[in-house]
């Protein structure tokens, strides 16, 4: 324990200094300001067990952070509450993203995909502006403040950690994000802290939006590391049933399987393998293409070489490969394609099986499927149902997005709409007094 004094009581601790709990203070500070309060005079303060602040924003879109999206709806999140999910975008949207954004004097652009990132195509344009509003507005951080545990003292909380003394605060704040990427700091100890304060989490906490390893049968498909095109990516179950279907670009790897669709389909294909161990992933190649279509497609070629056609559509080594893998020379004329040789390549095009052996796990992983569950929280300001005055924002619920500036919309969100519930209840708090 350090020589220095106790630290003073606080009127709000947010646990964790990510984009769910800076938008969090900020919040609450905007919110008293603008009721012509001097939110200088409340204590906010936000504690954070990393060395460096914000290293997710920061790492974020391959450093230029894809903030939002230009078009957010519960369909882009797994969860099982969409209303939920749905009411909290409508009530802190995308456009409240930009105009907030804005207000701190951070411009963002719209990309061809719909992902939005800022103008400067740098994440610490971002993270920057986030510190100095903060620093503006007098909310306090300390780092690195590692929160082991958290007990319920009534009235308030006390906050422990072995390196620090404890801190009382009125209320509590849980944005201590998933196990994704756990040298940024959160390494999953938020679940841990939510549990002793009376929540459940999911049974099965994930990696999701992870790069996916091949199994030893199908191995081959990484002779073709460095290709990268669009696809469309399926996990279908061992009863033959689609899943879930992810159309975009596809990057195969020395592992495996990287880039958008892969990423978007990992959580799906782990979470149907727990129940159904033969459940696997389809590639279709020709994204547009019906096997009918493919097929049709290669008894239209007549005297053209299956190789020439194929590389109009799919890269040349992509191409060389799928031929082989259903014993045809690609220099074979159209017309010379034996029927059950055509179709098994038409088969291939279309819904190859690609057996995956495992996910990249946590450390590779940006999101993390599952948490704490939604029906625990109160949907009106993300305060808990079992512990009044514990609030929990961000990715430690129990909702994750795909890739596009989803998962930082949920974070902004729901730190903005419990921010702001938190400031209404003290200035309830104040004019009781
Ligand atoms: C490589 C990568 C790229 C990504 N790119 C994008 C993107 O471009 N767009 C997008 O929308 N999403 C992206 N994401 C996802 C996005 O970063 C997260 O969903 C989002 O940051 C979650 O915010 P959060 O505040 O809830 O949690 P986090 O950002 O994880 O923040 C949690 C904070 O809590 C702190 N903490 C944890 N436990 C404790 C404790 N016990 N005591 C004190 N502090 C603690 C951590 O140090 C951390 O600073 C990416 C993620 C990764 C890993």
């Given at each position: 324990m350090p020589p220095n004094a106790a630290p003073k009581p606080v009127q709000v601790a947010i646990i964790g200094a990510g984009a769910s709990g800076l938008m969090t203070a900020i919040s609450i500070a905007q919110a008293l300001e603008s009721t012509?309060?001097?939110?200088?005079?409340t204590n906010i303060l936000l504690l954070d067990?990393?060395?460096?602040?914000?290293i997710k924003i920061l790492v974020a879109g391959g450093g230029r952070c894809n903030v939002t999206h230009h078009q957010v709806d519960e369909h882009q999140y797994a969860t099982t509450k969409p209303a939920i999910v749905r009411s909290t975008l409508k009530r802190f949207s995308a456009s409240d993203t930009i105009n907030f954004f804005a207000n701190l004097g951070v411009d963002l652009k719209q990309e061809p995909t719909g992902k939005m990132f800022p103008t400067t195509d740098d994440a610490h344009t971002v993270l920057h502006a986030l510190l100095n509003e903060a620093a503006r507005l007098g909310i306090k951080i300390l780092n690195p403040w590692r929160v082991e545990s958290i007990t319920q003292t009534n009235p308030g909380f006390t906050i422990d950690s072995p390196d620090h003394h404890p801190i009382h605060a009125d209320c509590i704040v849980l944005a201590t994000g998933g196990k994704a990427l756990p040298k940024s700091g959160s390494d999953g100890q938020g679940y841990k802290i939510a549990k002793s304060l009376g929540h459940s989490i999911t049974k099965d906490i994930l990696p999701a939006l992870v790069p996916l390893i091949v199994a030893d049968s199908s191995r081959w498909i990484t002779e073709l590391s460095g290709i990268a095109c669009p696809a469309t990516l399926s996990v279908v179950a061992s009863t033959g049933k689609h899943i879930k279907s992810f159309t975009n670009d596809t990057l195969i790897t020395h592992f495996g399987l990287s880039g958008p669709a892969p990423m978007d389909i990992s959580r799906y294909l782990t979470t149907a393998k727990l129940t159904d161990r033969k459940a696997h992933l389809q590639i279709n190649w020709f994204p547009d293409h019906t096997f009918e279509q493919a097929d049709q497609f290669l008894t239209n070629l007549g005297k053209a070489q299956v190789s020439t056609h194929l590389r109009t559509h799919i890269p040349e080594r992509l191409a060389a490969a799928l031929c082989q893998q259903a014993n045809i020379?690609?220099?074979?004329p159209g017309h010379a394609l034996p029927r059950e040789s055509r179709r098994a390549l038409a088969h291939l095009l279309t819904a190859t099986t690609i057996h995956i052996q495992a996910d990249r796990g946590f450390t590779h992983a940006e999101v993390t499927a599952g948490g704490v569950p939604l029906e625990e929280i109160n949907r009106k300001d993300f305060q808990s149902r079992t512990c009044p005055g514990l609030y929990l924002v961000g990715e430690i619920l129990d909702v994750d997005g795909r890739i596009g500036g989803y998962n930082f919309q949920w974070a902004w969100s729901t730190g903005h709409i419990a921010g702001t519930a938190i400031a209404k209840s003290l200035l309830n708090d104040a004019s009781n007094r």
């Open positions: 012509g309060q001097n939110p200088k005079s067990g990393s060395k460096k602040i914000g020379d690609p220099t074979t």
